[in-house]
């Protein structure tokens, strides 16, 4: 539209020009003249017409040229950008940063039960019932000073790592869906969601349960850990039901049955305990018995360390990943990433 539109007035002024001749050679016609006359129109409107046609194509090898320009810029700089090198600023093993976030809290929460039974023996077997006890709950030895604020700043360092890692078994879950029958997708992927929203809300209900002890508002403290409780539960159960989706029994390797096997060891003892949890607690509660409340802190612990270590079965599910943050395009990360590794060496 833009040529023909620039064009126009050349064209134009060609078209007046033949008309001003063909208008004098009728006049000249006239006079008798006519065969000499119409060979000297014909040739000064084909002269007239050639010179329009010949600005034309002028005018077209410039716009060619410019978008040929263009083009080979546009290349020039996609190739510069392709050719930026990739850049690792860090390099971590997958393997130790789980190990770590799996064990922290364990190794607190042990500090935190040996300090605070050897040294504020009385502040935390103090209850409502004021009967004998031997075991403090968890609340109580991480609800102490200075145990709470070891124990909320090694949950903080927990908790961060705990969301990207739910997010990655949500991502290996997904890759694996290729390799079941059409009809089983659909359900699997919603269960696979299902997985990772049971997680966040764990993750999220650890950390108030953290953060707003017993001592500060009970009532709260309460129904979050019960929130916990009832996700913990119900995000295993669902874990070991994706696991005999997604696996045959004849395709696992032994990390993997290593995995599969001890989360459905700790899933049972995590079911047991809060029976035995339940009960207890209502014999305190409502009964004030001796040493109940010693039963209920000791499956307490019990959920607490079965829940640790079902998460630490990760160790199993990723033995040789890596975490990279790196600098590249994102034309260079989707070709160096998805490249084989024959490609990769090479590169």
Not at 101 to 112: E, G, I, M, Q
Not at 189 to 207: P, R, Y
Request: proline content about 4%; aromatic content about 12%.
């Amino acid at each position: 539209m833009h040529m023909n539109m620039h064009m126009a007035p050349e064209v134009k002024a060609a078209s007046a020009t033949a008309s001003s001749i063909s208008s004098g050679s009728g006049r000249n016609s006239g006079n008798g003249s006519g065969g000499s006359d119409s060979r000297i129109i014909g040739m000064a409107s084909a002269s007239v017409y050639d010179t329009a046609a010949a600005q034309m194509q002028e005018h077209k090898t410039t716009i060619s040229c410019k978008s040929i320009d263009k083009t080979t810029i546009s290349s020039s700089s996609l190739e510069d950008r392709q050719s930026q090198p990739l850049a690792i600023h860090y390099l971590a093993s997958f393997h130790q940063i789980c190990v770590v976030t799996a064990l922290l809290p364990l190794v607190t929460l042990f500090t935190c039960f040996v300090t605070a039974y050897v040294f504020q023996y009385d502040d935390v077997h103090e209850t409502h019932c004021r009967v004998y006890n031997i075991i403090p709950s968890i609340s109580a030895i991480t609800g102490v000073s200075p145990q709470r604020y070891f124990w909320r700043f090694s949950i903080a360092l927990h908790l961060g790592p705990r969301i990207p890692i739910a997010f990655v078994y949500k991502n290996y879950y997904r890759s694996q869906l290729a390799n079941l029958a059409p009809a089983l997708v659909s359900r699997t992927n919603w269960l696979i969601t299902l997985i990772l929203v049971l997680n966040c809300v764990e993750i999220a209900s650890l950390g108030g349960v953290t953060y707003i002890s017993n001592r500060e508002n009970y009532p709260i403290h309460e129904k979050i850990f019960i929130t916990f409780m009832v996700c913990s539960l119900c995000y295993m159960l669902a874990t070991i039901k994706l696991n005999g989706i997604l696996h045959a029994p004849h395709t696992l390797n032994v990390e993997q049955k290593l995995s599969i096997k001890w989360k459905k060891i700790l899933f049972v003892v995590s079911i047991l305990s809060t029976i035995g949890l339940l009960v207890f607690f209502a014999k305190h509660r409502f009964y004030c018995h001796d040493l109940a409340f010693s039963w209920f802190a000791f499956f307490e612990y019990l959920i607490a360390i079965a829940n640790m270590l079902f998460h630490f079965t990760i160790i199993w599910d990723f033995p040789s990943q890596f975490m990279l943050i790196v600098q590249a395009p994102r034309e260079n990360l989707s070709q160096y990433f998805c490249a084989p590794p024959s490609k990769q060496k090479s590169d």
